[in-house]
């Protein structure tokens, strides 16, 4: 009987992708710094001189082109997960409603078309409030979508 489960050691020869949402900025940086701090502390190099960055960046204009960019990625087999980081708050309108399911369905999709974990880290909130509180110093998820993806990227390298 065979027990995969992923693991947060082994990673000095994964690499990964992160697609970056600009929409909503304020927060999406945050994410990303607590994205990146994550990696970092669990020996994935970012940016070091005696070794090559382990991850690559990817910059779109809001959370509704994050599939298809992600979906890029992940089929250029270079990368052992893909993290999308974006922000949608709601307003006013439906518009949050439409971006926040097609980017849900969109990166979904993406996981299943190429399998490449992707990792679902965009925020969906009512309020800037919301938002700040979950990009925050405190609790910041941008430190959870990197453990996500460290898990899923050393599972699925054990189920190969």
């Known amino acids: 009987m065979a027990h995969f489960e992923g693991n947060f050691t082994h990673t000095q020869d994964l690499r990964f992708a992160i697609a970056v949402a600009r929409f909503n900025d304020a927060i999406v940086t945050r994410l990303l710094a607590g994205c990146q701090d994550a990696l970092k502390r669990h020996g994935v190099c970012l940016e070091d001189g005696d070794r090559p960055s382990q991850v690559d960046y990817a910059w779109v204009p809001g959370s509704f082109e994050l599939p298809l960019v992600a979906r890029k990625l992940a089929a250029s087999a270079q990368y052992d997960a893909v993290i999308a980081l974006g922000a949608i708050i709601r307003g006013d309108t439906p518009h949050f409603d439409y971006v926040a399911a097609e980017a ?9 078309q190429t399998g490449v974990p992707v990792i ?26 990197a453990m996500n993806a460290l898990e899923m990227a050393t599972l699925m390298r054990q189920m190969r």
């Open 104 to 112: 849900a369905k969109g990166l979904a999709a993406v996981a299943l």
């Open 120 to 145: 679902f880290g965009v925020l969906t909130v009512d309020t800037m409030q919301q938002a700040f509180e979950r990009a925050g110093v405190k609790s910041n998820l941008g430190w959870s979508y």
